[in-house]
Structure formats: C-alpha cells, structure tokens
C-alpha cells in the first residue's frame, strides 16, 4: 500500500480531531498518547485546538509520563499508563535515563527505576514542593543515581530518572507559577512489578503519528530501537510513504486511504502540541532550515497549522491588562479571517478581552 505525505499529513488531522469536534476533553483521540504540558499551559491550548467545549476537565490529570514529560492524561488511564510505561528491560530503562550525570549508575536498570520509584511512592504522601521531594528521594536512592550540584551544593538524584519514575510512583504534578508542587494521584497504586501492555504506548503512537517505523516510536519513548522492536505491536499494516517502509495500526487503514484531502482548517498550535510530536519531521515540515525554528533546544514557539502544513510559527505575550499580542512568522501567505479567530481563541483561554496580530517581519 502506498500513500504520499500529503495524504499522511491529512490522516494525522483526521486522527487527532483537528476539525475541533464537539466533544468533551476526555473523549479526544490524543488523550490515549497524553498531550504533553511544555511550557505549562501548552495542554490546556491543545486541548482547546481540538474542542469547542471548555479545555479544563476534571477528568484529567498532570502527571510525568513518557520521557518523564509533563502530560495530560485521562485520570481513569493513569494505572495502566504507569505499567505500559514501565521499562521492558534493564537496557530499556538504562537508555530512558543514560546521562552524563550518572553514566554508571544507569547501567543499574531497572533496580535504578525501582528504587526510585518506591522512593517516590513513600516520600509524596501529601503536597510538596518539587525541591522538597528531590532532596527526601535523593537520600533513598542507590548514590550511583545521585549527582553533585554545585549550585545547591548537595547530591541530588537524576532529574532524568526522578521524572520517570513520577507516575510509577503515583505522583501528579499541581504546578503554580515558576513553583510545581507534586502530590499523591488520589487511589493510587502501588509501583508496578513489571512492565504491562508496553505495545498500548507504541500503538497509540502509531494511530496519532502514524505510519510511522520503529526508530521514529524509539525516538518519542526515549529508548533503542531494538528495545521498541521488544513491545513492538501486533496487529499492524505495512504502508508505504512516498516509498519508505512504516506501519499503522490496521483498524487505521480506512481512515488513512479516505484522507485524501487536506481539509481546509487554520489552527494555532501550542509548543509540544501532539501534532508537533512526530519523529518523522521531514515528513512534516520538508523544508530542513525551518526545522531549527519549529523544533528549537529550548523555548519552542508554537505552530501554525494550515491545511495540514505548517505554514509558520507563533508566540503570543500580554500587552497590559487586557491585550495578547500574538506575534507571527508566516511561510506561506496566510487567511486573515481564520488566523484573527484562532488567536482571539487564545485570547480568551489566556483572560485577555482583546487581541493584536503582529507581522514579526515588520
């Protein structure tokens, strides 16, 4: 079966209900993979990209998840999240957390993971600053997880494996400001055993992002391929794209080969939106030199989605007590009219009555 990046991209919109459905936040297709929170307030944005009706919903909960990212995930998931994201392996959770910081203590693997998970489970018993729980944790894990802050001068536990372990440790995240304050997840469980269901991740991946190969999944878990090929999901339709190798989950098949339109839509997407998360980025965005204005090591902008392409990037910023100013970079020419809705959208989900667009080449 062979399709072009047209018709992929046109899927990817389909899938991830960008035509904005009339649901509640807690039926959205990309609630299955999580909608990662970076900068705070991202999700909220995403969700709003995807909905009429009103972004916040109890029914969801901020909690370190994939790549020990913030993400917003259905609550009623959270205990088969944890499992499903728990390592399938010693080499699988040494590659989640391989740093420079503690290049031989993540040769510990799992045990690594499982300290820290337990340690997390044991210290979050009620509201607490993010510092106050990394100081209590740093002091119940194995010292080869541990580093020396100079700033702090003291020995402080990987935030790479602190993260990671969030979830498992049924630990959400209540941020206010600069300030997170992390919490016990109401009900929560105890640190999984071992890993369950690991190919859910993957399959959802494959659905939102998709088609999509191996290598691409390895890149948003944060692990090898070789240890993705290990939850690798069965049910799955090898496609073509533009000739290269990749596979979607096969209930997708249909919707894929019926999205042979771009549908005609302007949405304003926010950094880490999920639409953004996909691996296969010269799939996305071919132009190579726009890649470092889309996808920068710190501070992202966020994205402007025109009939499937991005067609530019965006950064809003309050102007006074009642003004967004929502700053654009366009590649493309863009339609006024859908452009000024979007970012009057935002507006009022920041707390804003009034909107300026500005050009950023004038």
Known sequence: MNVDRLQVLAYRVAAQQLDRPDLPPAR???LDLGVQDTPYGSARLAVSARTTADPDDDALTLVWSTRGAPHLHRT???????????????ADATARIATTQIREGAKLGLTAFRAAAKAMHEVVTRPMTKGEVSTAVSALVPEGVTYWCRGC?????SGALFQQVGLAGGVRLAPKGSATTLAPIPGRRDVPAHSVAADSVITAYLKLLGPATPAEAAKFMGTTPTEVKRMWPKDLAEIRVDGRRAWLPADQVDLLLDATRRPPLLRLLPPSDPYLQARDRTLLVPDKSRHAEIWRMLGNPGAVLLDGEIAGVWRAKTAGKNTLDVT???????????????????????GAHNVRILDAKT
Do not use: M, Y
């Open 28 to 30: 959205l297709a990309v």
């Open 76 to 90: 009623a998931d959270l205990p088969a999240l944890a499992a499903a994201l728990w390592p399938v392996s010693d």
């Open 153 to 157: 001068n003291a020995q402080h536990i």
């Open 328 to 350: 654009v970079t366009a590649f493309e020419p863009l339609p006024q009219e859908p452009l000024e809705a979007e970012a009057s959208r935002i507006a009022t989900l920041r």
